[in-house]
Nanobody
Framework: VQLQASGGGLVQPGESLRLSCAAS????????IGWFRQAPGKERERVACIRASDNTTSYADSLEGRFTISRDDFKSTAYLQMNSLKPEDTAVYYC????????????????????WGKGTQVTVSS
C-alpha cells in the first residue's frame, strides 16, 4: 500500500497550489480519501474528504471555501486545490484513505484511517 503526496512548496500569500495524492496497493475506487495537515506545534487537523462512488465532499469550516478536493479514480489519484493561501495554511499536508466515509468525515485528526502517506510541506510566506 502506498499513498504519495506531492505538490507542496513555498508560495506567497494569495497564491495557489495543487497537491496530488497518488495511491496504489488497495482499492482506491472504493475508498474515501482525506487530506489532513499538521502545522508546527499543533495537532493534526482534517482539511477535506471525498467519498468513494459519488464524490461527496466535506471540508473544514475554517477553510472558507478556498480549498477544493477532487479525485480521479482512473489514475488512483486525489487532489487538493488550494487557493488564496494564507500563512496559517503552512503545514505538512498528508493524504489518507479508508473505506468508511463516516470516519473521514467525522474524525478531526484522522484517527483510525486505514492508510497514510508521507506528507508534503506547504509553506506560505512573503
Amino acid at each position: 500500500v502506498q499513498l504519495q503526496a506531492s505538490g507542496g512548496g513555498l508560495v506567497q500569500p494569495g497564491e495557489s497550489l495543487r497537491l496530488s495524492c497518488a495511491a496504489s496497493g488497495f482499492n482506491f475506487r472504493e475508498s474515501s480519501i482525506g487530506w489532513f495537515r499538521q502545522a508546527p506545534g499543533k495537532e493534526r487537523e482534517r482539511v477535506a474528504c471525498i467519498r468513494a462512488s459519488d464524490n461527496t465532499t466535506s471540508y473544514a469550516d475554517s477553510l472558507e471555501g478556498r480549498f477544493t478536493i477532487s479525485r480521479d479514480d482512473f489514475k488512483s489519484t486525489a487532489y487538493l486545490q488550494m487557493n488564496s493561501l494564507k500563512p496559517e495554511d503552512t503545514a505538512v499536508y498528508y493524504c489518507a484513505a479508508d473505506t468508511l466515509w463516516r470516519l473521514c468525515r467525522t474524525s478531526t485528526k484522522g484517527h483510525g484511517m486505514d492508510y497514510w502517506g508521507k506528507g508534503t510541506q506547504v509553506t506560505v510566506s512573503s
